[in-house]
């Protein structure tokens, strides 16, 4: 301390345990993690627990850190220090990594053709997790350090559970509250949440919602006093893209304009060049860890757009690695043809020329090959005109390509009304948006997306209006909009704190944004929602409420996600 000058409240170099220690007590919510009450087999002070994480990796028992009395049968409930661990709140802290950050990985790849399904006869299992028991006899040799088939009688015990009562492959329980975002009315009413309820899944779907099951499960989640809500649903996203664009925020912060960056062959163009000099193959390891980071930020499904190949076979490139990556990484993902991003160099001065390629050409291999789900303009000055972006929707529409368009995003040009006359499923962005704009989408249905990360990243003011289009009726979906040029990040959580703080909206209408809304955003209304035969995608998360995720701001509360049934973190 001397050395560092000795000033009282000052410690130098990183926050370590004992600093930490008075943040440890648990909140007071929730039932505590164990009750009191009859016991079965398989709970109570005599269940197999798992070896604390501070002796897994060979450690020994400390004396007195009670830290292994559970796994010795003592016959002790927990103390109060303990039960701050179970609860997960050193998970908060940071203090000891649980072990799902040691030992994550992504899934196995899915097979082709069935998206729903993960490869379960080649892959190995999935490591078991923290917070995950075992139940009725399932594989829980293997947690205790013996390989499979040492287990006496494990041949006995694959019989079909179902005859003892257990019938789900997972039960989620132990939650604050279910969001099921299933409600009609007010935002908060859609959110419909059911308090302590429990989630019951089967075969990579919702198969019960309430609060007591009466049906046992192979694997229980315990979601430890947070609440649990549907995957998240980012419905714009450029994740796909090859290239480094850090050089250039550096030259925007030093006060260079956007123009001076781009005549030095910056900007959208230095992505594109990056982009066609990729493979197939370096494109996909290099979209891989962003979409690892959106999956540790709750999202399950993602709409990735092409936009930065701006030539026939880049462009399909880029939507073959958007399928091959929705096949080998646990987010769904639905492509977007933005072959109208920008104008390509080599049609600089023939524009109409790129226009006539991707309507005769480029739309129609990316339908054959079923590659995409939407057709998207980027409709600016500085881009494409209404005219060009009319003829490419509708020809897309020919084709089974939804439209959506980037509109009145600089510039306030009528793009929402555009939107509304051509039936698109979205309008995005809309900084600019008129009272027109606004009206037209409310009449036309149109779910308005705003980037709001890529407003405040791109120093753009203002921000869309929320509380307006809320106000009318309109649907607003949120995205992170993660590309390299005006919005550089995963985080959910910024996106959905920047909506309330300045976009003018709720956090009940942000979390829709990101969850039921979204999901309408990519016209699939049987996600973002959590609802009895829906696919089972949840997020379960460390905070006890929605109302955390934008006051907490921009801080990822996110305990675990369930993809189709099965927990991928
Ligand atoms: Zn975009």
Known sequence: MAAHGGREGEVPGPARAHLLAGLWRAAPRGAPVQRAGPHRQGEGAHRHRSRSPRLWLGGVAQPGNRSD?????????????QRDDQRGE?????LVPPRRWRGHRLLTARRSGDRRRRERSRGAPHRAHAAVRPRHGRHSSCRRGLRRGDH?????????????????????????EVVTCTGEGTAEAMLAPIKRGCVGIREGRIAWLGTEPTEGATLELDARGGFVGPGFVDCHTHVVFAGDR?????????????????????????TVTATRAANEDQLFKLALPRLERLLKHGVTTAEVKSGYGLDVESELRMLRVVRRLGEQQPISLVGTLLALHAIPPEFKTDRAGW??????????????????????????????????????????????LKPRLHVDQMTANGGAQLAASLGAVTADHLEQ??????????????????????????????????????????????????????????????AIGLACVENGMTPAEAYLGFTRFGADAIADSSLGRLQV??????????????????YHFAMNSVAHVVKDGQLVF
């Open 69 to 81: 009395e559970g796994r010795h049968r003592c016959g002790r409930r927990l103390a109060d220090p």
């Open 90 to 94: 050193r998970r908060v802290v940071g």
């Open 152 to 176: 006496r009688g494990e041949g006995t015990r694959r019989e079909d559970p179902r005859r003892d009562g257990v019938s789900f492959d997972l039960l989620i329980r132990n939650t604050s």
């Open 246 to 270: 850090s050089d250039e925020f550096e030259l925007r912060c030093q006060g260079r304009t956007y123009l001076e960056i781009a005549a030095t062959g910056g900007g959208i163009a230095k």
């Open 355 to 400: 226009v006539r390629l991707v309507i005769d050409e480029l739309i129609p291999r990316v339908a054959s090959e079923g590659l995409a789900r939407f057709n998207d303009v980027f409709v600016e000055q500085t881009a494409f005109t209404h005219d060009e972006a009319r003829a490419v929707l509708e020809a897309g529409l020919r084709h089974g």
């Open 433 to 494: 948006i008129s009272a027109e704009g606004i009206a037209a989408l409310a009449r036309s249905g149109t779910v308005a997306v705003f980037a709001p990360t890529s407003t405040l990243f791109a120093r753009a003011r203002p921000f869309a209006p929320g509380r307006a289009l809320r106000d009318a009726g309109v649907r607003v979906a949120l995205c992170t909009n993660c590309n390299p040029g005006s919005s550089h990040s995963e985080n959910v959580f910024l």
């Open 533 to 550: 035969g829906a696919p089972a995608d949840v997020t379960i998360f460390s905070a006890d409420s929605y109302r955390a995720l934008p």
